[in-house]
Nanobody, 126 residues
Framework: QVQVAESGGGSVQDGGSLKLSCVASGYTANRNCFGWFRQAPGKEREGVAIATISTSGGTTNYADSVKGRFTISQDQAKNTVYLQMNSLKPNDTAMYYC?????????????????WGQGTQVAVSP
């Protein structure tokens, strides 16, 4: 079993930055993809950024709405995944969730992930 815990959320103004962290613990040996998702009130959950791990280096993918502003990175030694969020906008306001999965390059949607954190709130004011 794998536990996932997010941190780093908070309140910032339009144009500000935040860095979210996600620590995975437990049996993480077969977890080869990590993703950040978000859900705003009244809206469906959406994928923000996904990173896969492989011997060839892995991949990163971003939602069009965050490309150029958000960066997903990982420290495998610490079992930690980060989401650096720059140039934040009010419509980035949401609960942000981290997830871990074992489908490698086929981790593309929320249903492809096995383990989820409780979420960390991000609020961006105009």
């Amino acid at each position: 079993q794998v536990q996932v815990a997010e941190s780093g959320g908070g309140s910032v103004q339009d144009g500000g930055s935040l860095k979210l962290s996600c620590v995975a613990s437990g049996y993480t040996a077969n977890r080869n993809c990590f993703g950040w998702f978000r859900q705003a009130p009244g809206k469906e959950r959406e994928g923000v950024a996904i990173a896969t791990i492989s011997t060839s280096g892995g991949t990163t993918n971003y939602a069009d709405s965050v490309k150029g502003r958000f960066t997903i990175s990982q420290d495998q030694a610490k079992n930690t995944v980060y989401l650096q969020m720059n140039s934040l906008k009010p419509n980035d306001t949401a609960m942000y969730y981290c997830a871990a999965g074992h489908y490698g390059p086929w981790c593309r949607e929320a249903t492809d992930f096995d383990d989820w954190g409780q979420g960390t709130q991000v609020a961006v004011s105009p």
